[in-house]
């Protein structure tokens, strides 16, 4: 009986101690406190995939070549680059003819920042020697590879395996695949710091470089048009490289001539959009957008129009789109344009005769090989990872479907889908309307002529 009492006691006092635990954190949580976690949920840019996501499609979420930041970092099958990693930061240092001494000390004056950026960072990389080493090495890295081509290749010996002009067919491609996983970014500050010691610039002209050398690496057809790459570095902050491609998806450029819309507020009458050849069938015709932003989409409902920017697909799409739609659902500020546009997308290509209709109207350049994997492709992104119904693009749904809607079209799409879909049916309904006119034409004569007797 006295050892429940002791139980009884214990227990109690632990209740207690966690009572006024939870009551000192509480009367600690003031406004100005508040705004301090606030501050504090903003700084993360670069995250780990929850558990149930990377299981869907682990190959889309995990780098194969190289390791890129503290979260792929040592594993066994991407140790072998390594030792190329050390090699770019020789060559590096030797043509910026400055110390490693002094990278040291530009990226310790934002180490703590640097870690921030980082969700769930393991104690390894909270040592701050460590941590350094990690972003010089790996930035360097990128740097070089980033800059890779026929002329930067004369750095390197001719037959170099990573850096010469055979990396740039054969390596180059997987290494910009891994440079777009969302665990396998390194924050635009760390690249800001080291270009600005190596060029002597100032953090802002170090910044535009830094982003035009991501365009040029990711999208070249922005680079190749020099108007618009300006006006797309003076505009654009990314976080990372993969924020930086994402928004150069997305980036409505002023020669488009397509106005820059304003954040329409959410939606609370949702629609679920038809595919294209029930678009088509309700009188919906399909032009192409003269912007080539993702969600430069946009109906005319006086004469039915869908405006569609064109898109290319192919086997780089998947791991685009997926680490791009979970960067927007990690990242509270981040936006959900992707994931409206995927789910735009799922909806509007249903099959091949969709791919084949877009296709015919411009709106898509299909590398995959077949129409049937076109449509699969997007099918499946929509299933493995959640994306956004309606979103952005919500409106232009609830535009669609009204029109679809109306009394005539509705009659239209649905004598289209049930007479007109196959050449058998269509000339069963043409032979029976020829009889019925013949009828009538056989009637009309019968009627004058009886007059006429």
């Known amino acids: 009986m006295a050892t429940n009492n002791n139980y009884s006691s214990v227990s109690i006092e632990r209740e207690t101690s966690w009572v006024l635990d939870m009551e000192k954190k509480l009367a600690r949580n003031n406004p100005a406190e508040l705004s301090d976690e606030e501050t504090q949920w903003k700084k993360p840019s670069i995250f780990r995939l929850p558990d149930f996501v990377?299981?869907?499609?682990?190959?889309?979420?995990?780098?194969?070549?190289v390791a890129i930041g503290p979260y792929h970092h040592g594993k066994n099958h991407l140790q072998p680059?390594?030792?190329h990693k050390e090699r770019a930061l020789h060559h590096f240092l030797k043509r910026s003819l400055k110390s490693l001494e002094v990278y040291v000390r530009e990226i310790k004056t934002v180490v703590k920042e640097l870690q921030g950026s980082y969700v769930g960072l393991e104690e390894e990389w909270r040592d701050q020697d460590n941590f350094i080493k990690l972003m010089?090495?790996?930035?360097?890295?990128?740097l070089e590879v980033m800059r890779l081509d026929s002329e930067h290749c004369k750095h390197y010996a001719p037959s170099d395996p990573f850096f010469g002009l055979h990396a740039l067919q054969h390596k180059i491609p997987y290494m910009r695949r891994d440079m777009l996983i969302l665990e396998n970014q390194l924050p635009i500050l760390a690249f800001k710091k080291l270009v600005s010691v190596e060029k002597n610039v100032d953090e802002n002209e170090a910044e535009r470089e830094i982003t035009e050398l991501v365009v040029k690496?990711?999208?070249?057809?922005?680079?190749?048009d020099k108007t618009g790459l300006k006006e797309f570095t003076q505009a654009i902050h990314g976080f990372h490289a993969l924020d930086i491609y994402r928004r150069s998806r997305l980036f409505m450029f002023s020669k488009s001539n397509q106005p820059l819309r304003s954040p329409r507020p959410p939606i609370t009458d949702f629609a679920l959009m038809r595919s294209a050849t029930r678009l088509h069938e309700a009188g919906i015709t399909f032009q192409q957008s003269p912007s080539t932003a993702l969600t430069a989409i946009d109906f005319k409902p006086r004469c039915g129009i869908l405006t569609l920017p064109c898109i290319t697909v192919d086997d780089t799409t998947q791991y685009e789109f997926l680490n791009m739609v979970a960067?927007?659902?990690?990242?509270?500020g981040c936006g959900s344009?992707?994931?409206?546009?995927?789910?735009?997308?799922d909806a509007l290509v249903d099959s091949a005769e969709d791919v084949q209709l877009l296709h015919k109207n411009g709106l898509v350049n299909n590398g995959l090989g077949s129409d049937d994997d076109f449509a699969r492709l997007f099918n499946s992104m929509s299933r493995e990872v959640i994306v956004d119904q309606g979103g952005s693009l919500g409106s232009v749904q609830v535009s669609v479907e009204k029109y679809c809607r109306k009394r005539w079209n509705n009659w239209k799409a649905n004598l289209v889908h049930t007479y007109f879909r196959n050449p058998w049916s269509c000339i069963s309904v043409i032979a029976a309307?020829?009889?019925?006119?013949?009828?009538?034409?056989?009637?009309?004569?019968?009627?004058?002529?009886?007059?006429?007797v």
């Open 136 to 142: 010089i090495v790996d930035g360097c890295f990128m």
């Open 217 to 224: 690496f990711f999208v070249p057809s922005i680079y190749e």
């Open 54 to 65: 990377r299981m869907m499609m682990p190959d889309v979420f995990t780098p194969k070549v």
């Open 433 to 452: 309307a020829f009889v019925i006119l013949l009828t009538i034409l056989s009637t009309v004569i019968s009627i004058f002529q009886w007059k006429n």
């Open 81 to 83: 680059i390594e030792f």
């Open 327 to 332: 960067l927007e659902h990690l990242h509270a």
């Open 337 to 345: 344009e992707i994931s409206s546009y995927l789910a735009f997308m």
